[in-house]
């Protein structure tokens, strides 16, 4: 049986709470995830569509994707492999469908990697953030922020992803409408997608492994770059 690692001390857990937050400030409320798009277009109009739509970012899109390279950059950073880290850092940045979800991708890093480089000061973190300035990608930011601040990978891993997908959630309550139950309805249904999404991301041992298959996500992102009335940066 595998063993299974657990935070041991408040000050981790109060980390991640704060670093998982929706008043942390990287911005994140701001995007979408072509969301936006598909509600223009009468794809996403009811809960289950929203369900939907964010359980293929999760399993089969971008969040996979981030998800594996968070948890390949939390083991580097736990080894201290510095040419492995850099090596997924220069993935991150690279493994991005669109411009604006690179720009999602990106500038929650460079935020997070700034306010956590100063509020949590670390001194492999700070050098790694300006290493890397504007260039890290939220999800690699996490992974090596996490490790060393000592916080267990799959923890670190379920929780931004929890946290990925009630920022899109977040966006349909708004976009499509529906109500707060609603929402909070769709967060709770998302849960098993979340969890078995953080299992393969747990699994991811080479980058070569990582994929992503989410092709109607890229195609509303690519029509909400040029979408004449927009409320989100994606």
């Known amino acids: 049986m595998a063993a299974t690692t657990t935070i041991t001390t408040d000050a981790a857990l109060a980390r991640l709470m704060a670093w998982l937050s929706p008043a942390y400030p990287v ?11 598909a509600v223009e277009d009468g794809a996403v109009a009811r809960r289950e569509d929203l369900v939907a739509y964010v359980e293929a970012a999760i399993r089969h899109g971008a969040g996979a994707v981030d998800a594996g390279l968070l948890a390949l950059a939390w083991r580097a950073a736990a080894a201290g492999d510095v040419a492995a880290l850099d090596d997924i850092v220069d ?15 990106m500038q929650p890093g460079a935020a997070f990697a700034t306010v956590t480089a100063k509020a949590w000061p670390e001194a492999r973190f700070s050098a790694f953030a300006t290493r890397h300035a504007g260039r890290l990608t939220h999800a690699v930011a996490f992974g090596a922020a996490s490790a060393w601040h000592d916080m267990p990978l799959r ?3 379920f929780g931004w992803l929890n946290a990925f997908a009630a920022n899109i959630v977040s966006a349909g309550v708004r976009l499509v409408p529906l109500g707060q139950t609603d929402g909070q309805i769709a967060t709770a249904a998302l849960l098993p997608a979340i969890a078995a999404a953080t299992e393969t991301a747990l699994s991811v041992e080479d980058a070569d492994t990582l994929g992503s ?7 509303f992102s690519m029509r909400h770059e040029t979408q004449y009335t927009r409320l989100f940066r994606s």
């Open 91 to 105: 993935l991150g940045a690279a493994w991005r469908g669109t411009a604006e979800l690179a720009l999602e991708a």
């Open 27 to 37: 911005g994140a409320f701001s995007y979408s995830h072509g969301l936006e798009a």
């Open 213 to 219: 298959a989410a092709i109607a996500i890229d195609l």
């Open 155 to 157: 923890e670190a891993c």
